[in-house]
Nanobody, 127 residues
Framework: QVQLQQSGGGFVQTGGSMRLSCIVSGLTKEETSLGWFRQVPGKEREGLACITGTDGTHYGDAVKGRFTISRDNDKNILFLQMNALKPEDTAMYYC?????????????????????WGQGAQVTVSS
């Protein structure tokens, strides 16, 4: 059974940092890509960052240079380190797993399926 269990989130001031975590179970590193998305009510879901089974990474333009995706392969934990946070980063953040996830983040094409999602974590950046 595949599960993505998120932790982290909360309130932070503008310019601050926060790290989100996502424990991934039921998937091997080689069979999928992992990544992070966010969504604000009334807006489309936005792909932020992804990491492939061979540790290639890609970032969306809105977070490039500020956010870093990484993972602990021994513990099967995915991380998103967020620095220099801005009020416009306020959103619900989700981790996800899908074989075509990096292509989604790059805006090339859609998910390959099956796609697995974490439960979400609210991040609020105060001005």
């Amino acid at each position: 059974q595949v599960q993505l269990q998120q932790s982290g989130g909360g309130f932070v001031q503008t310019g601050g940092s926060m790290r989100l975590s996502c424990i991934v179970s039921g998937l091997t590193k080689e069979e999928t890509s992992l990544g992070w998305f966010r969504q604000v009510p009334g807006k489309e879901r936005e792909g932020l960052a992804c990491i492939t089974g061979t540790d290639g990474t890609h970032y969306g333009d809105a977070v490039k240079g500020r956010f870093t995706i990484s993972r602990d392969n021994d513990k099967n934990i995915l991380f998103l380190q967020m620095n220099a946070l801005k009020p416009e980063d306020t959103a619900m953040y989700y981790c996800a797993a899908d074989r075509y996830l990096c292509s989604v983040v790059r805006g090339l094409y859609g998910f390959g399926g099956p796609t697995y999602w974490g439960q979400g974590a609210q991040v609020t950046v105060s001005s």
